[in-house]
């Protein structure tokens, strides 16, 4: 038997690193070197892939279905609705599976980030950020990420950065190992940015608004170039190709849905167990999911298609590349079709997409000239943080898509370790809101007060929980 390779791009982040998935029975994963992204490499989550391939089946209330079946009942479901049905996308799918969805989704757009809170000149220096090759000319950089733990191979080019000169500032919760310069987030006022600084933030369902708005102060105020990181594959393409739409927050879709004025969710290639509590999803009457992979919600009905790898399609990574897939899959389109009550056009949609961003061919060696609009002045009033234990949680891929991954500890400072009388190889007992768990610990040289962890714990309230500590 002949193996199937497609030449295809990693779902895990919206960095968009390009690789191979060989079909040999089993699914394995081969580098492509010619990859302008990443150069062949890929981050221990791209190299987990064939974990996060892990088959859907169609579904209708527990029964297994075929596609073309579950996508009629999900019709039925969203039409007897009408009024109360949201629509849910944060990308990890193809740009014209996107716009065919935003066609279906008018109504009720949420592609899962806060734009309602931003001003809409900033959108697209938001959604789309600069070349990477950018990064690595920098005189001065400055990071609000943890790139090892979030985005890990944008280290790549801050090392190359480094050794061409640039100085690294990192303003997070815990002291980066590449930084020259560490800054504590509570003492930004101490941050020194000039014209030649570059500030690399992030962009996802739980951003801050008003540390987005303050990020986007700092660089114009100073004249700095900022770019913001995104968690999901074509995250960039979900916003540019919506940013004239009406779309709400994800906090609005989860007030809604806990009003009970949103009593339907159509979620597409995103897991919405990752995004909304699961005592909000059990308020729904119909919780719909389209994918291409397995999925932890329990949905209602799943219309399971074939996985991202398989399609065909147009991704567009944070630096605005436009990147085709491998290959020549359209089940999903076809579903969002039946959906729709429509047939939608490959062709059609695909040339809507190259029209959006101002390109007559998709070539993922040339990345499209944007216009980045100066934006106006900007209101922003982040939260300090308060001086009680707080654990947070560091999204990284393997938590954006609930797979299991081995690092199951917080890191905290020797500050805390001595205060708890904590014992090497012991564990912290972490409570918050009446529930408790117990982990393990690694110090680190994290901010007093800090829990850092890459790993969710089932007790959070979002990036930031306050939390009891104890031996
Ligand atoms: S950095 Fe992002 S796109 Fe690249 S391999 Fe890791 S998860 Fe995938």
Not at 74 to 83: D, E, P
Not at 108 to 131: H, M, R
Not at 192 to 210: Q, V, Y
């Amino acid at each position: 038997m002949t193996d199937n390779v497609y030449s295809t791009i990693c779902p895990g982040c919206n960095f968009g690193c390009g690789l191979y998935i060989r079909e040999n029975g089993a699914l394995e994963v081969d580098f492509r070197k010619s990859s302008p992204t990443n150069a062949g490499k890929l981050c221990r989550f791209g190299m987990s892939l064939p974990k996060f391939f892990a088959p859907a089946k169609s579904i209708v209330d527990g029964k297994e279905t075929t596609l073309e079946e579950a996508a009629k009942e999900a019709t039925k479901r969203i039409l007897a609705s009408k009024g109360s049905v949201a629509f849910l996308s944060s990308g990890n799918t193809t740009s014209e599976e996107l716009l065919a969805f935003q066609k279906i989704a008018e109504s009720y757009l949420c592609t899962g980030v806060n734009f309602e809170a931003l001003p809409k000149d900033t959108y697209q220096t938001v959604s789309v950020g600069i070349p990477y090759s950018d990064i690595e000319s920098a005189k001065h950089i400055v990071l609000f990420i943890d790139p090892y733990e979030q985005y890990p191979l944008i280290v790549r080019r801050l090392l190359s950065a480094k050794n061409k000169g640039a100085k690294i500032t990192a303003v997070w919760w815990k002291d980066l190992p590449l930084a020259d310069e560490n800054i504590r987030l509570n003492d930004v006022s101490k941050l020194h940015l000039t014209k030649e600084s570059l500030i690399i933030a992030d962009f996802h369902p739980f951003s801050d608004a008003e540390q987005v708005k303050s990020v986007l102060t700092l660089a114009k105020n100073a004249g700095a170039k900022v770019t913001f990181l995104k968690p999901f594959a074509n995250s960039t393409g979900a916003y540019i190709l919506a940013k004239d739409a009406k779309q709400k927050s994800l906090a609005q879709l989860i007030d809604d849905i806990n009003k009970g004025t949103i009593k339907t969710l159509f979620a597409l290639e995103s897991d919405p167990s990752a995004l909304i509590p699961s005592e909000m999803l059990s308020k729904l009457t119909n919780l719909i999911i389209q994918t291409g992979q397995a999925v932890s919600a329990k949905a209602n009905i799943i219309v399971a298609h074939e996985p991202l790898y398989k399609k065909k399609g147009t991704l567009i990574n944070n630096e605005g590349r436009a990147q085709a897939l491998g290959g020549a899959g359209t089940n999903g389109l076809g579903a969002l079709g039946i959906i729709a009550g429509t047939k939608f056009d490959f062709n059609a949609l695909h040339e809507s997409v190259k029209k959006a961003i101002g390109i007559t061919a998709v070539d993922e060696f040339t990345i499209p000239k944007y216009e980045r609009p100066a934006y106006g002045a900007i209101q922003a009033a982040p939260k300090p943080m308060e001086a009680k234990p707080a654990l947070i949680d560091v999204y990284n891929p393997f938590m954006w898509f609930n797979l299991a991954d081995d690092n199951d500890f917080v890191e905290l400072n020797l500050n805390t370790v001595r205060a708890l009388k904590l014992l090497k190889g012991g564990t912290l007992k972490i409570k918050s809101n009446g529930s408790a768990v117990e982990k393990k610990f690694k110090v680190a040289p994290v901010q007093d007060n800090v829990l850092l962890t890459g790993r969710k714990f089932g007790i959070e309230k979002g990036i930031l929980t306050p939390v009891e500590i104890s031996r």
